[in-house]
T-cell receptor
Framework: GDSVTQMEGPVTLSEEAFLTINCTYT??????LFWYVQYPGEGLQLLLK?????DKGSNKGFEATYRKETTSFHLEKGSVQVSDSAVYFC???????????FGKGTKLTVNP | KAGVTQTPRYLIKTRGQQVTLSCSPI?????VSWYQQTPGQGLQFLFE???????NKGNFPGRFSGRQFSNSRSEMNVSTLELGDSALYLC?????????????FGNGTRLTVT
């Protein structure tokens, strides 16, 4: 079945450091890929998405590129802020499935 | 526009009891999905409804059920609660479903089973 594997962390960085969170996937079809973020005590918010190979999703300084050849969708940000501290989830939605398959989540803490 | 509203926010139940959780989607959204979030298993899909019809179901026992009303509001029910059902239950809505539009999540209902 479909699955998503992401580095579980936790990841601790200093403010303005570079962030990479790795995500790889296995899917039977041709999935859409997502990054969601969860702040303490809240539900998930969509951070960015990509629906086809070589698409780059971007939002709030975060970027991720859909790499079909490596089945990856790594999240990057050039300069993190304390306010980026949260749990980040990589997810996929296979065509026609009407459900998201999530990775385990990566907790990011950014220190001033 | 109001977001996805889940009630109650917190719930404490005893083993063997049943529980009903409620979700009001964003106005105009016809698809409602439910997810269970636990530290051990992460986020797992429960089911998805569109226009009162269940379109997809995850790998959960029959104790977990749901329904959607004509106004798109949804409820999920868990019968004969077990300790392992303690989790954060998240509801998400979208206009047409996961494939065509991103999900908007509520803040969840934290269920504790003692």
């Amino acid at each position: 079945g479909d699955s998503v594997t992401q580095m579980e962390g936790p990841v601790t960085l200093s403010e303005e450091a570079f962030l990479t969170i790795n995500c790889t996937y296995t899917a039977t079809g041709y999935p859409s890929l997502f990054w969601y973020v969860q702040y303490p005590g809240e539900g998930l918010q969509l951070l960015l998405k990509a629906t086809k190979a070589d698409d780059k999703g971007s939002n709030k300084g975060f970027e991720a590129t859909y790499r079909k050849e490596t089945t990856s969708f790594h999240l990057e940000k050039g300069s993190v802020q304390v306010s980026d501290s949260a749990v980040y989830f990589c997810a996929l939605s296979d065509s026609g499935s009407e459900k998201l398959v999530f990775g385990k989540g990566t907790k990011l803490t950014v220190n001033p | 526009k109001a977001g996805v509203t889940q009630t109650p926010r917190y719930l404490i139940k005893t083993r063997g009891q049943q529980v009903t959780l409620s979700c009001s989607p964003i106005s105009g959204h016809r698809s409602v999905s439910w997810y269970q979030q636990t530290p051990g298993q992460g986020l797992q899909f429960l089911f998805e409804y569109f226009s009162e019809t269940q379109r997809n179901k995850g790998n959960f026992p029959g104790r977990f059920s749901g329904r959607q009303f004509s106004n798109s509001r949804s409820e999920m029910n868990v019968s004969t609660l077990e300790l392992g059902d303690s989790a954060l239950y998240l509801c998400a809505s979208s206009p047409w479903g996961t494939e065509n539009s991103p999900l908007h999540f509520g803040n969840g209902t934290r269920l504790t089973v003692t």
